[in-house]
């Protein structure tokens, strides 16, 4: 079946604008994430969403970053006056349920690029 | 707080050498979990294996093998005569359920290179 789509794939912004990333989870997933990757901080995590439950949001570094989920499905990550720090890879990931033992699939990612 | 330290940033083998990669790990908890990922060039993180913190049984699977010691903390990947298509970054994670739900702690990264 379908595995986890991200889009855009590729994202050049200016300094100060907004973006919005898109997740689309594997159909049935009720547990997404997302992370960021980049160079100087390697691979972390950035909040999750559970069902209907409030989401965590202890990873996103500063109050610029936001993500809600619509419907249980669908996650827009949205960064606000983007700065050059903010870019990286983006990755969103799903699971069955939140609960490690259940692996979590990743999708390709969104290459941010603020210039 | 858990912690995830790959200390190889990169590995260089020759085809059809055995390579390790090495990976320790730092937590409080008493029941974790922890993975194995590999990110080939095109990007995508592909899941290769997953033990909770009861089972010191090692796995192997194919050409990759897995030896987890609790009383190192360690977790590590051997990779049986490496091919060119194991050519990748390898990622070692931890999970925690109940203080951090299921959040990945993800290690450095090991860049894999296998020249043919």
């Known amino acids: 079946g379908a595995g986890v789509s991200q889009s855009p794939s590729n994202k050049v912004t200016e300094k100060g604008k907004d973006v919005e990333l898109r997740c689309d989870p594997i159909?049935?997933?009720?547990?997404l994430y997302w992370y960021r990757q980049s160079l100087g901080q390697g691979l972390e995590f950035l909040i999750y969403?559970?069902?209907?439950?409030?989401?965590?949001k202890s990873g996103l570094p500063s109050d610029r970053f936001s993500a809600e989920r619509t419907g249980g499905s669908v996650s827009t990550l949205t960064i606000q006056r983007t700065q050059q720090e903010d870019s990286a890879v983006y990755l969103c990931?799903?699971?069955?349920?939140?609960?490690?033992?259940?692996?979590?699939?990743f999708g390709p990612g969104t290459r941010l690029t603020v210039t | 707080a858990q912690k995830v330290t790959q200390a190889q940033t990169e590995i260089s083998v020759v085809e059809k050498e055995d390579v390790t990669l090495d990976c320790v790990y730092e937590?409080?908890?008493?029941?974790?979990?922890l993975f194995w990922y590999k990110q080939p060039p095109s990007g995508e993180l592909v899941f290769l294996i997953r033990?909770?913190?009861?089972?010191?049984q090692n796995e192997i699977s194919g050409r990759y093998s897995w030896n987890f010691q609790k009383s190192t903390s360690s977790f590590n990947f051997t990779i049986t005569a490496s091919q060119v298509v194991d050519s990748a970054v390898y990622f070692c994670a931890l999970s925690v359920l109940e203080t951090s739900g299921s959040r990945l702690t993800f290690g450095e990264g090991t860049q894999l290179t296998v020249n043919p």
């Open positions: 937590t409080r908890d008493t029941t974790y979990y």
């Open positions: 033990r909770n913190s009861f089972d010191e």
């Open positions: 990931a799903s699971s069955v349920i939140l609960a490690p033992t259940y692996e979590q699939y």
């Open positions: 969403f559970q069902g209907n439950s409030a989401p965590d």
């Open positions: 159909s049935g997933h009720t547990a």
